[in-house]
């Protein structure tokens, strides 16, 4: 008779999650032959199939949503064990696994993740960049980052740095052939670079100045949903664009952009880290918590 293994569960158990061998073998950090191998090992010792695989897609099976339904509050459990053994550990180990945008890692990685590992040569820390907002519990994260408006209201959430501000920027090129804006509404005549919301919907230019606001629906040759790429078409002359200043304060300061507006942009949210309440966090987890904080009271306001 098969013997079901934890490993096998939770192989399943990501898989039906992620809806993705790929992006399933990835969370857990094992190869998607090695995820497939235990899943199919799993089904095996059932006689039945869980999942219905395509070469486009995985979905359960009624078999595998009973199943998922069933197993799924017990594993909790076992993970909870786990946790609360893991809690009393005398020094941090394992891995944290951390989802963050792009620019928010940027920010974090060394004041924060670098130095943490410094300290906790024993800790892996597993850190994901996306734009997508996701529910970091649902999709098996320790901790989230981003900034502090779009954090769900019901996560533990740690300030991380003072608030930055946007700033809107060109190429010395572009202004060879364009007048540089003096209030928002100059944004109209020139040519713009539109970023895109993870959802789908562009971003719109909020101004702010002596508490007179403008929000502007700017107009460009491309749109695109990723800041390395909004940097390099800018860096080209193509047009403006919109950006955290600190991703680019280094081009500003060598003379390769030239911010504009810059009486009209306006802060932007602080930084957060967040996380989900537990009743026994593992010791990395409290390490974690407990050194972001102590960066935070370093941090002038």
Not at 31 to 54: D, I, P, Q
Not at 58 to 72: H, N, R
Not at 116 to 140: K, S, Y
Not at 198 to 220: L, T
């Amino acid at each position: 008779m098969h013997k079901t293994s934890l490993h096998e569960l939770d192989a399943v158990i990501a898989v039906a999650r992620r809806r993705s061998f790929r992006a399933a073998a990835h969370e857990l950090g094992i190869s998607t032959t090695a995820l497939s191998n235990a899943v199919a090992k799993l089904e095996a010792g059932f006689g039945v199939r869980l999942f219905t695989r395509t070469t486009r897609s995985v979905s359960l099976t009624d078999a595998g949503w009973t199943f998922i339904e069933q197993v799924s509050p017990a594993l909790y459990d076992i993970q909870s064990a786990l946790e609360t053994v893991r809690s009393h550990q005398s020094s941090p180990s394992g891995t944290l696994r951390i989802n963050s945008s792009a620019s928010a890692a940027r920010e974090i990685l060394s004041p924060l993740v670098l130095e943490f590992l410094r300290r906790h040569p024993q800790v892996h820390i597993d850190l994901v960049t996306e734009g997508r907002l996701i529910d970091v519990v649902a999709e098996g994260f320790d901790l989230g980052v981003r900034v502090s408006e779009l954090v769900p209201s019901d996560m533990i959430t740690i300030p991380l740095g003072r608030p930055q501000r946007y700033a809107v920027l060109g190429s010395p090129a572009y202004f060879k052939d364009y007048p540089v804006p003096l209030v928002p509404p100059d944004l109209l005549h020139h040519q713009c670079i539109k970023i895109r919301h993870p959802n789908g919907v562009p971003v719109k230019w909020r101004f702010e100045k002596n508490g007179r606001v403008a929000e502007i629906d700017v107009r460009g040759p491309i749109t695109l949903d990723e800041a390395s790429l909004a940097r390099a078409t800018v860096m080209s002359g193509i047009g403006l664009a919109f950006f955290i200043e600190a991703d680019v304060r280094a081009d500003v300061e060598a003379g390769r952009l030239i911010e504009v507006l810059t009486d009209w942009t306006r802060p932007r949210a602080p930084l957060c880290l967040y996380y989900p309440g537990r009743r026994n966090p593992s010791a990395a987890l409290n390490a974690f918590v407990g050194f972001a904080r102590e960066i935070q009271a370093r941090t002038p306001s």
